[in-house]
């Protein structure tokens, strides 16, 4: 028996055809051979097909107020005079500052790039250290953050 539906297909050996019969809630076989009583244990072949459910379309979602190193925070007076003026403003950002000032003034040790030589705007915030590793940055920005 050969049965096809769509890409899918069904072989038996017992020389039997079969057709697909549509009921209301599902596709059945009905087999057309004397040896129909000797597969009553066939079961009905139900097709499955998903469908997207369609969500609501919301206003607009509410949108989470920042936390942790997101919420813009008071900066020290140093911190101020380094970022021109901004009394407020996020650790993300603070950072990102510092890294254009870096690059734009060409900071980094040619040897060793993981090397900070710092400047004197850089010397105010950073501890008045001559170098920093970039790994030490987040710590020594850590204290002009006021809470």
């Given amino acids: 028996m050969a049965v096809s539906l769509g890409s899918f297909s069904i072989f038996s050996s017992a020389g039997e055809t079969a057709s697909f019969v549509k009921s209301a ?6 087999l057309a051979s004397p040896l129909a009583a000797h597969h009553a244990n066939l079961r009905t072949v139900r097709m499955v097909t998903f469908a997207t459910a369609s969500k609501p379309v919301a206003a607009e979602p509410k949108k989470r107020e920042p936390r942790g190193i997101m919420k813009p925070r008071r ?20 950072l990102k500052l510092i890294w254009a000032h870096i690059k734009e003034n060409n900071l980094q040790d040619p040897q060793n790039k993981k090397v900070i030589i710092c400047d004197e705007k850089l010397k105010n915030i950073f501890a008045g250290k001559d170098r920093v590793g970039f790994l030490e940055i987040a710590g020594l920005i850590s204290p002009h953050f006021l809470k």
């Fill in 25 to 30: 809630s599902s596709y059945s076989i009905k």
């Fill in 75 to 94: 900066v020290s007076p140093e911190m101020q005079a380094f970022l021109g003026g901004i009394a407020e403003i996020p650790r993300t950002q603070a």
